[in-house]
C-alpha cells in the first residue's frame, strides 16, 4: 500500500490553533537507538518513532502515525544510498519504505501467523535486495517490488535461529548468528536449504560462540564474538581488537569501524578504528554519551544516537545534541488540562495494586514546550516514584503529584518542590517505609482530599488554612484501597475503591472538623447495592448534568441522582442502552472502561484496550470509534484521557505514548465571547472543517450571504460551530465574505446578533 507523507499535518501541529480533526503527537524523543545517514540528513530512530536532522541547517522533521508512518515502535532503519529509499523496521515485525514523497507498506512480516520471534533486528542491502536479520532467520525483501521474496531458516536442522547481522562481500554471504557465524556462496541456487550454509565458527581461530555481528570494510570480513573483533585472512581468522570494554553496536561508516562500548560501571564510549584495527578516535564526553546504541560518520564527522542522550553531532570537541522537545516518555497515570496546561503523570500499578518503580515523573505541555519533573533532573525527587495522580490549586495554580510510595508532591514551580510523607501520611500497612498517594482532589472551598491508599486512614484532606485531617473509614475495605477522588456538583466526593471494591461516595457534612455528620455509601453489583455493572470500578467522571459516570470492568454505569444518595430512597446506577445496528445492548458491556473524559457538548469520550470512542450525551448512540486502523490513533490500548476545554483538544494515553485529536466541541458561555473562525480567510486548496469558537453555549449559528441570504445553519457543540464550507445543497459556496449570525434559543438574553466574518478565497 502506499500513501503520501502528509506533511500538511507537521506544519498544522506547530501552529497555536490546531485545525478540528487533525492530530498531533507528543511521544518521547530523550532516547535514540538507531542511525542512518542519508544525502542531506541524518535520520535518527527512538523506540516510538523518528525523526530527521538536515546537515546543511540542523531543521528536524518528525516522522510518526501522525505524518503517514505505519505503526509507532521502531526496531531498526536503514538507509539504501543506491535507491534513496529508507527502510524502517518496527517492533510488531512491520515495514515502512519512504521513497520519494510516498511511504509504500510492507505488512507481510506482521500478518505472517508463523509461530517464533519475528522481530528485526538489521538490514543489509544488496542490489534490489534487503535482507533481514530476524529471530527466525533471514527474510529477503524485493526491494522494487515490495514483497517478501524468501525466507531462510539457516539453524541447525533447518531450524529457526536468530540472526544478528547479515553481510556480503560479493563472494559469500555471512550471517552471524546465535549458533555462530555462517556462510554462503552468494550464488548458491538454494540459500534456503540450512544444509548449504558452511558453519565457521569453531575453527581456523575464530571461537566456537554465538556472534554478536558480521561486518565488511575494506574488501575484509570481521565477526565479533564475546566483544571481540575477529579479521578472516584467508581461511584463518586473526584477533583485530578487543579491550574489555562491553560491545554495544559495531558497524562500518565511512570506511571506518565504530564501535559502541560501555563498562559495567556505566562509563560510555565511541571507539572508532581504521580498517586494519588500528585507532582513529574515541568520542567520550559523560553527560552526552551516557550509553551509545550507534554511531555513524558523516562528512567526517561522527554523530551517535544515545539511549539517554538523543541524537549528537561531534566536530572536534565541540558536541552538538539534538533533542526534539518532548514528554519524557509514556504516561500512565491521571492526564489534566488547567489554563490550557496540560499536566500527565508517568507512573503506573500493575493489577494488584503494586509499585513498578517508574521514575519519569510529571510532563507539562504548556505553550508547545515540555517540561519533565522527575529524579532524573532533580536529586530531590529521588525517593518518588510512580506518579499516577495530579490536581492543580485553583488559588495559584501550583500543582499537587501524589507518588504510590513515594508521598505526596507540591509543585510550587518548576524548581520549587515540597514533599509531604512522615507527620502528614500514614504510611502502609506491611509496607512502613511507603507512603501512597493515589488520589487528589480540591473541593468546593479550596480543600485539597487525598487517597492515602494502605494506610490506616486513608482518607485525608488539606484544609485551605494549610492544616490537615485524616479519615478512617466506618466500613471494611480490603487493602483501605482507595484511589481517583472526583468532587461533584453538591460537593460529594465519589472515591474509587481498588481491587474489585466498586465506588464509594462520601459527604463531609456541615463541616469537615465534625466526623459525627459524615456521611458513607458504597456502590457495588446488585440491586440494592449500588446496581454496578461491575465491582471492579476503573474510573469516573461528572457530566453536565452533574450525573456521575462510572467506567467498571464490564461496562458503563451512570448514577443521575448523586444529590439523592443519602437519601432513604437512595440513588441507584442506571445502565445506558446503546442502539449496534439492529441489536441494542448495554453500554461497553464486557469492555473495561479505564478513562472517561467529558467534551463542551456534553458528549463522553472513552478509553477502552480496543480503541477510541465518543457517545453521545445519553449513552444511546457511538459518534466514532477511533483505532490504529482507522485513524493515527497511537495504539488501541487506551489508557487515559482529558480535554481542553477551551479548545476541543483531546489528550489521548496510550500504551505506545501520547498523541492528542482536536475535537469539534469545546466548552460553551453564556454569550459570544471573541468569537475566532479559523481558518480565515478560507484558502482555495483548503478542504477541512471550519470552526467557529468562543460562542455561547449550544447556539444556534447561521452563515449568511452580506444581504442576509441564508448559506448554512447548525448548533454549536457547546461553544464550538463546525462547518465544511458548504451550502444547504452541498455545494461548495464562492469566494467572498460571509457572516456568522448566532443565537441561543434557550436563552432569551442571547438575543441574534452577527458575530463575526469569513473570507472564502476560491480559484
Known amino acids: 500500500m502506499i500513501v503520501g507523507i502528509f506533511l500538511g499535518l507537521v506544519i498544522a501541529a506547530q501552529q497555536p490553533l490546531q485545525p478540528v480533526g487533525l492530530w498531533r503527537e507528543h511521544l518521547p524523543y530523550n532516547s535514540a537507538i538507531d542511525l542512518a545517514a542519508a544525502k542531506d540528513r541524518i535520520y535518527c530512530a527512538t523506540p516510538y518513532s523518528l525523526f530527521s536532522v538536515t546537515t546543511q541547517d540542523d531543521n528536524i522533521e518528525r516522522l510518526s502515525r501522525v505524518t503517514g508512518l505505519s505503526e509507532t515502535g521502531v526496531s531498526a532503519i536503514y538507509y539504501d544510498a543506491s535507491k534513496d529509499k529508507l527502510l524502517i523496521a518496527y517492533t510488531n515485525s512491520n515495514i515502512d519504505i519512504l521513497y520519494r514523497n510516498d511511504i509504500i507498506n510492507l505488512p507481510d512480516i506482521k500478518r505472517d501467523n508463523i509461530i517464533g520471534d519475528k522481530s528485526i533486528y538489521s538490514v543489509f542491502a544488496s542490489g534490489n535486495n534487503y535482507y533481514l536479520s530476524t529471530g527466525l532467520g533471514i527474510i529477503v525483501l524485493d526491494g522494487d517490488k515490495y514483497e517478501v521474496k524468501d525466507t531462510w531458516f539457516i539453524g541447525n536442522a533447518g531450524n ?17 548468528t546465535e549458533e555462530g557465524l555462517k556462510r554462503l556462496p552468494s550464488n548458491s541456487s538454494n540459500p534456503a536449504d540450512h544444509n548449504n550454509w558452511q558453519l565457521i565458527s569453531g575453527s581456523n581461530g575464530l571461537p566456537a560462540s554465538a556472534t554478536q555481528s558480521v561486518l565488511f570494510v575494506q574488501n575484509s570480513i570481521i565477526a565479533i564474538q564475546k566483544d571481540t573483533l575477529y579479521l578472516q585472512n584467508g581461511n584463518s581468522w586473526n584477533l583485530l581488537y578487543g579491550d574489555g570494554w562491553n560491545l554495544v553496536n559495531a558497524n562500518i561508516s565511512e570506511n571506518r569501524i565504530m564501535l559502541c562500548q560501555r563498562k559495567p560501571t556505566g562509563e560510555s564510549r565511541v571507539t572508532i578504528l581504521n580498517p586494519d584495527g588500528s585507532l582513529s578516535r574515541i568520542v567520550s564526553q559523560p553527560g552526552v554519551i551516557s550509553l551509545p546504541r550507534k554511531a555513524i560518520m558523516q562528512q567526517g564527522d561522527p554523530w551517535v544516537a544515545d539511549q539517554f542522550g538523543a541524537l549528537s553531532h561531534f566536530q572536534g570537541s565541540t558536541a552538538e545534541v539534538f533533542k526534539p522537545n518532548s514528554p519524557e516518555s509514556t504516561a500512565s497515570g491521571e492526564m489534566i488540562v488547567e489554563n490550557s496546561i496540560f499536566y500527565a503523570t508517568a507512573g503506573e500499578v500493575n493489577d494488584a495494586w503494586n509499585y513498578q518503580y517508574n521514575g519519569n515523573g510529571i510532563y507539562i505541555f504548556k505553550e508547545g514546550s515540555w517540561t519533565n519533573i522527575n529524579r532524573f533532573r532533580f536529586s530531590k525527587l529521588d525517593s518518588l516514584l510512580d506518579f499516577i495522580t495530579i490536581a492543580i490549586d485553583p488559588v495559584d495554580q501550583s500543582a499537587w503529584a501524589g507518588s504510590f510510595g513515594g508521598g505526596l508532591l507540591h509543585i510550587r514551580s518548576e524548581q520549587s518542590f515540597e514533599i509531604f510523607k512522615q507527620g502528614i501520611l500514614g504510611p502502609t500497612i506491611g509496607d512502613p517505609s511507603s507512603y501512597r498517594v493515589s488520589g487528589l482532589a480540591f473541593d468546593h472551598d479550596n480543600n485539597l482530599w487525598v487517597s492515602n491508599y494502605g494506610a490506616s486512614q486513608p482518607l485525608l484532606v488539606k484544609k485551605k488554612d494549610g492544616t490537615w485531617l485524616r479519615f478512617s473509614l466506618p466500613f471494611f475495605l480490603s487493602e483501605n484501597s482507595l484511589t481517583q477522588i472526583l468532587v ?30 459524615d456521611r458513607w455509601k458504597v456502590y457495588n453489583p446488585g440491586k440494592g447495592n449500588g446496581n454496578l455493572p461491575d465491582g471492579g470500578t476503573l474510573c469516573v467522571a461528572k457530566d453536565k448534568n452533574g450525573f456521575i459516570w462510572v467506567g467498571t470492568t464490564n461496562g458503563i454505569a451512570v448514577i443521575q441522582c448523586p444529590e439523592a444518595a443519602f437519601t432513604s430512597q437512595g440513588c441507584e446506577a442506571i445502565w445506558p442502552i446503546v442502539q449496534q445496528g439492529n441489536f441494542a445492548g448495554y453500554l461497553f458491556n464486557g469492555e473495561e472502561v479505564r478513562s472517561i473524559a467529558v467534551d463542551g457538548a456534553d458528549r463522553k469520550w472513552v478509553a477502552t484496550k480496543n480503541g477510541l470512542w465518543l457517545i453521545d450525551a445519553t449513552g444511546e448512540k457511538v459518534i466514532y470509534q477511533f483505532t490504529e486502523e482507522n485513524s493515527p490513533l497511537l495504539g488501541n490500548d487506551v489508557r487515559k484521557l482529558t480535554i481542553d476545554g477551551k479548545t476541543g483538544e483531546l489528550f489521548i494515553a496510550t500504551t505506545k505514548g501520547i498523541c492528542s485529536f482536536r475535537s469539534t466541541a469545546t466548552e460553551g458561555k453564556e454569550i459570544n465571547t471573541d468569537v475566532l473562525v479559523f481558518p480565515n480567510p478560507v484558502s482555495p486548496n483548503y478542504t477541512g472543517t471550519i470552526a467557529i469558537r468562543g460562542l455561547a453555549s449550544n447556539s444556534i449559528v447561521k452563515i449568511t450571504e452580506l444581504d442576509g441570504r441564508l448559506v448554512y445553519q447548525t448548533r454549536a457543540l457547546g461553544g464550538q460551530a463546525v462547518w465544511d464550507g458548504r451550502d444547504y445543497k452541498g455545494r461548495k459556496i464562492s469566494s467572498g465574505v460571509y457572516l456568522v449570525i448566532t443565537g441561543n434559543d434557550q436563552s432569551p438574553a442571547n438575543k441574534t446578533k452577527a458575530a463575526a466574518k469569513i473570507v472564502f478565497l476560491n480559484k
Not at 529457526?160 to 552471524?176: E, P
Not at 465519589?494 to 459525627?516: E, F, H, L, P, Q
Open 160 to 176: 529457526q535461529v536468530k540472526v544478528n547481522a547479515f553481510t556480503g562481500n560479493g563472494t559469500f554471504f555471512y550471517a552471524a
Open 488 to 517: 461533584d456538583d453538591n460537593d460529594y466526593k465519589w472515591i474509587v475503591a481498588a481491587k474489585g471494591a466498586g465506588v464509594i461516595c462520601y459527604n463531609s457534612g456541615a463541616s469537615i472538623d465534625n466526623v459525627a455528620d
